[in-house]
């Protein structure tokens, strides 16, 4: 059983930081592709950035510039590092992996509250 578990979030200022961690745990036999999505309120769910095992990333031009995703393979853990929050950041944040366990799928986190507020 693979599960996924993030941490890290929380309330925090405009113009501030946050960094979020997702570890994987289980059997797994290796990680592909990590990433961090989110979804505000009454909105769809929408990816945020992706990392390849390779190291490649990617980003949703609203955080380009602010967010930086890195990965520690070592450990199976996923960062999103966010700088320069606004307000229009706030949602609940999803790691998602594709793992070998050995069938490869893909799992979610639980998801972790962030909210930007004055």
């Known amino acids: 059983q693979v599960q996924l578990v993030e941490s890290g979030g929380g309330l925090v200022q405009p113009g501030r930081s946050l960094r979020l961690s997702c570890a994987a745990s289980?059997?797994?036999?290796?990680?592909?592709?990590m990433g961090w999505y989110r979804q505000a309120p009454g909105k769809q769910r929408e990816l945020v950035a992706t990392?390849?095992?390779?190291?490649?990333?990617s980003y949703a031009d609203s955080v380009k510039g602010r967010f930086t995703i890195s990965r520690d393979n070592a450990k199976n853990t996923v960062y999103l590092q966010m700088d320069s929050l606004k307000p229009e950041d706030t949602a609940v944040y999803y790691c998602n992996a594709e793992i070998l366990t050995p069938l490869r799928l893909k799992y979610w986190g639980q998801g972790t509250q962030v909210t930007v507020s004055s």
């Open positions: 990392i390849a095992s390779s190291g490649g990333t």
């Open positions: 289980g059997i797994i036999f290796s990680i592909y592709a």
